[in-house]
């Protein structure tokens, strides 16, 4: 089936991929040692341009160390973060019950907080973690003058400053500037491997040597040393090979999408930043999904994973991710979905 956002690829598919890699000669990687592993995090640390990074099997883990390494090193186990973020809706209380830090959730449901949000939070904290886009809010960014004021703040207060960019590729566009350039503007910044870049699994961890190399023991104790993490890393090199730089593609084709959509009255669509963007309709979520499971058969196509309700309407509401066989699903195929599914 052809989809939209990201890839849906079989396990042969997977295992073709990694035979076709120029990168699949070597040994394997063993406890995250290897040639290829460190490769991939000096690739990844010069992009980002930080001193030093460090691969993790999983965002939430390489997340959860940079959290916990801040901490300690500030003697404060408050952490500010977006009450709409991937840390607070979608971990399972996971920096709050593993590792008995306290997240302080700031924000609304619309978007980005600012710095005036920051400054009335009265408990003195360690660090602010800011996710680029904000997902669950829209895929939305902080203009790039509120994340300049932001970042010069906590430098001033000592405070430091942690990118969740799962996203971070996707957000350059919008702000016309380099992921170095962006990521100068944070402490420590992670990275996801396989979302936009395409990789089966993985995450990079950037910053500062010294606090990069205190992370590695939380790794350690939080299971993030896996015997071997070849497939990840080979897929991670092939990204940066051949998606990355095709990333903008994907933003500019999300853009194309939304005015596509926009032009149906019974949509309400939120014009995108990023690769991704809320499409909001009326309509019962069960009968909704049925009417869609039965198209995305017969045309062989998925453009969205599914229905959902957003706190401040009573709207139905879909997600749209763009990703890199989206030339698969020409703009027709788009306009005839939605105006079956719109349909009586």
């Known amino acids: 089936m052809r989809s939209l956002g990201m890839p849906i690829y079989s396990q042969q598919d997977w295992l ?25 995090e000096k690739r990844v640390a010069t992009l980002l341009n930080k001193p030093a990074s460090l ?50 959730p700031i924000g609304g449901f619309d978007g980005p907080f600012g710095l005036a949000d920051i400054e009335r939070i009265e408990a003195k904290f360690a660090t602010l973690a800011i996710e680029l886009p904000l997902r669950r809010a829209g895929f939305k960014l902080p203009p ?49 491997l396989y979302k936009g870049l395409g990789a089966i699994g993985g995450a990079i961890l950037a910053g500062e040597s010294e606090f990069i190399e205190s992370c590695k023991v939380w790794r350690s104790r939080l299971g993030g040393n896996a015997f071997t993490s070849f497939p990840m890393v080979i897929g991670a090199l092939d990204g940066l090979d051949n998606r990355l730089q095709h990333i903008p593609e994907y933003v500019a084709r999300a853009k ?21 963007f809320f499409v909001f309709l009326e309509g019962d979520i069960k009968q909704l999904t049925e009417k869609a499971n039965r198209l995305n058969q017969r045309m062989g196509l998925k453009l969205f994973s599914q229905f959902s309700r957003f706190p401040t309407t009573h709207k139905t509401m879909l997600e749209i991710q763009v990703g890199a066989e989206h030339k698969k699903i020409s703009d027709q195929e788009i306009t005839d979905y939605f105006t079956s599914l719109l349909g009586e």
């Open 16 to 40: 073709a991929r990694l035979q076709g890699s120029d990168y699949s000669d070597g040994p394997i990687d063993i406890y995250n040692q290897g040639a290829r592993v460190l490769e991939l």
């Open 256 to 276: 194309d999408i939304a005015s596509l959509l926009a032009k149906f009255p019974q949509l309400e669509v939120h014009r995108p930043a990023t690769n991704g």
């Open 144 to 192: 790039w003058q509120q994340l300049l004021a932001i970042s010069q703040w906590c430098k001033t207060q000592q405070v430091h400053l942690h990118m969740d960019g799962a996203r971070l590729w996707e957000s350059t566009s919008a702000y016309e500037k380099s992921a170095a350039d962006i990521s100068a503007l944070f402490d420590s910044v992670y990275v996801s």
């Open 55 to 104: 691969f993790f099997p999983k965002g939430t883990v390489a997340q959860l160390c940079a959290l916990k390494v801040s901490a300690e090193q500030r003697l404060n186990n408050n952490v500010v973060l977006h009450s709409m973020s991937h840390m607070v809706l979608d971990e399972d209380d996971a920096l709050q019950s593993l590792l008995g830090l306290r997240g302080i």
